[in-house]
């Protein structure tokens, strides 16, 4: 359920930034500037964040898959989410969302997150993806 909602706080942040890139997201929202705060974003966060949010979907599916493959990608979600939001302390823009601290909030979701992937790996929870190649013998379920 927090990979979940995770991925749906980001998910709804890239599409925000899409609107505002397409030009159709209201002007005055919340009393921010959109607009500004988007247009200051460099390619390479916005590169860090697009690859975040796809890797945090990725994540959900794989958890789904209950693969062992979830751990690695959302850590490196992790790591590409965390770098986005370095580079957004660098923006003179940014003050969190409408004024509204975030980082504390998510920091602490995400790593709660990883924890909770990191004791399911271990206790070989992703091991039952049904669809790995490389899995010896005959599918069980099949």
């Known amino acids: 359920m927090l990979l979940l909602a995770q991925s749906a706080y980001v998910t709804g942040w890239a599409f925000v930034d899409i609107m505002v890139r397409l030009g159709v997201w209201p002007r005055s929202t919340e009393g921010w500037d959109a607009y500004g705060f988007f247009a200051s974003l460099s390619f390479w966060q916005e590169a860090a964040f697009f690859s975040s949010t796809l890797l945090a979907l990725v994540s959900v599916w794989l958890h789904w898959r209950r693969s062992f493959w979830v751990l690695p990608v959302y850590f490196l979600s992790y790591l590409l989410y965390r770098l986005d939001s370095f580079l957004l302390t660098l923006n003179s823009l940014f003050n969190g969302i409408a004024g509204v ?9 995400q790593l709660a997150l990883l924890l909770a992937l990191i004791l399911l790996w271990g206790e070989g929870y992703f091991d039952q993806d049904r669809f790995r190649f490389w899995r010896k013998g005959p599918p069980a379920d099949r």
Do not use: C
């Open 101 to 109: 601290e975030t980082f504390a909030p998510m920091l602490i979701l």
